[in-house]
């Protein structure tokens, strides 16, 4: 098994730089070093009940991700420490599946079908017009932490092209000029 000291040899970022951020929010490229102990001990918590080899990868990040919401890079240290494999594994099992993020998330995910039905629809204009809403680019978490914008491939529900899925709810067909209002049924006044 692979020390955890070599593992963060192996893979600590030279340029990671963590100080500064006072969202809350672990940074996405925060190695073992750079979090604390507390916070390494509760991800191998997490990932003990899977740790199996290879075969525990996947339930180890998919643990890991329920509870931070993304993946951090430490995160991805520990899962090969306890599963006795390499960092390389562990990011090329996640890079994998579309299911695994790295980098932190909104409280809501606001999934902007780009599929064809959708987009010959004004997929396009929508996306634009919740990015101006929120203030942020696609892929990017708004200040309050409360959205991220997605584009996402069809979500079968070309009948109500255009669509735009918040968390589990699909809503369509939308509007352009009408896609913020539904923002306003998720956004939290208090955030
Ligand atoms: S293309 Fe958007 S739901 Fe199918």
Known sequence: MASL??????????DADVDGDDSGIIPADAGIDDVCD???ETVRSLVAPHADGEGGIIPSLQAVQNEYGYLPRFSMQVIA????TTIARVFGTASFYSQFYFEPRGEHSVKVCTGTACHVKGAD???E????????????????GQFTIEHVRCVGACGLAPVVVVDDDVHGPIEAENAPEIIDEYTDEEA
């Open 5 to 14: 000291d070599s593992i963060k040899q192996s893979v600590r970022g030279s």
């Open 38 to 40: 507390e916070e390494v």
């Open 81 to 84: 420490e306890e599963c006795d």
């Open 125 to 127: 204009d929508i996306s």
């Open 129 to 144: 017009n919740l990015q101006e809403e929120l203030d942020v680019e696609t892929g990017e978490v708004t200040d309050d």
